[in-house]
T-cell receptor, first 115, second 110 residues
Framework: DAGVIQSPRHEVTEMGQEVTLRCKPI?????LFWYRQTMMRGLELLIY????????DSGMPEDRFSAKMPNASFSTLKIQPSEPRDSAVYFC?????????????FGPGTRLTVL | GDSVTQMEGPVTLSEEAFLTINCTYT??????LFWYVQYPGEGLQLLLK?????DKGSNKGFEATYRKETTSFHLEKGSVQVSDSAVYFC?????????FGAGTTVTVRA
């Protein structure tokens, strides 16, 4: 199995630009998560999808952030316009089902730098 | 709300030393507990988990026991290797949510 695939691995952009991060979950997994990792705040859950439907987006910082999951094998996280404080590593994770005992499988992450 | 507190790092050890990383949690229900490991430049990967009180999770020589009475899930390894150098995260699972600790950086010297 290829695991969770994320692209790009690194993104450097200028403030005000639109950024799109992409994720392909593990085939057969019904749940998808987007996390953000920073030194100051650690790992934060941004949004959770179940069967392609957003269930919990309470972690999305503000309206500049949006996420979609048009089908079971693809999701995007978009930031428009980007700001320097959005610089972080963004992880996508998937799990077969989303229960308290289930393992979440993480992708390698996208390191975003906003200048 | 649910939260996890883990011992601050960084931790530096010599090869074959004993490693322990403390983790305590606060939860209202009956969560599952996890240890994830993050190697440099990679995503997190599950190291071990325990889903109920008194369960012991183990993998790659690492162990942790779910202690409800002390609300703890301490990670231990009897003899570390250089390849164990990584960041270790304790996490609590409640429904679909994982609450992570701040992470502990471990460096093992040859």
């Amino acid at each position: 199995d290829a695991g969770v695939i994320q692209s790009p691995r690194h993104e450097v952009t200028e403030m005000g630009q639109e950024v799109t991060l992409r994720c392909k979950p593990i085939s057969g997994h019904n749940s998808l998560f987007w996390y953000r990792q920073t030194m100051m705040r650690g790992l934060e859950l941004l949004i959770y999808f179940n069967n392609n439907v957003p269930i919990d987006d309470s972690g999305m910082p503000e309206d500049r952030f949006s996420a979609k999951m048009p089908n079971a094998s693809f999701s995007t996280l978009k930031i428009q316009p980007s700001e320097p404080r959005d610089s972080a590593v963004y992880f996508c994770a998937s799990s077969f089902i989303a229960g308290s005992t289930d393992t979440q499988y993480f992708g390698p992450g996208t390191r975003l730098t906003v200048l | 709300g649910d939260s996890v507190t883990q011992m601050e790092g960084p931790v530096t050890l010599s090869e074959e030393a004993f490693l322990t990383i403390n983790c305590t949690y606060t939860a209202t229900g009956y969560p599952s507990l996890f240890w994830y490991v993050q190697y440099p430049g990679e995503g997190l990967q599950l190291l071990l988990k325990a889903t109920k009180a008194d369960d012991k999770g183990s993998n790659k020589g690492f162990e942790a026991t779910y202690r409800k009475e002390t609300t703890s899930f301490h990670l231990e390894k009897g003899s570390v290797q250089v390849s164990d150098s990584a960041v270790y995260f304790c996490a609590l699972g409640d429904d679909y949510k994982l609450s992570f600790g701040a992470g502990t950086t471990v460096t093992v010297r040859a």
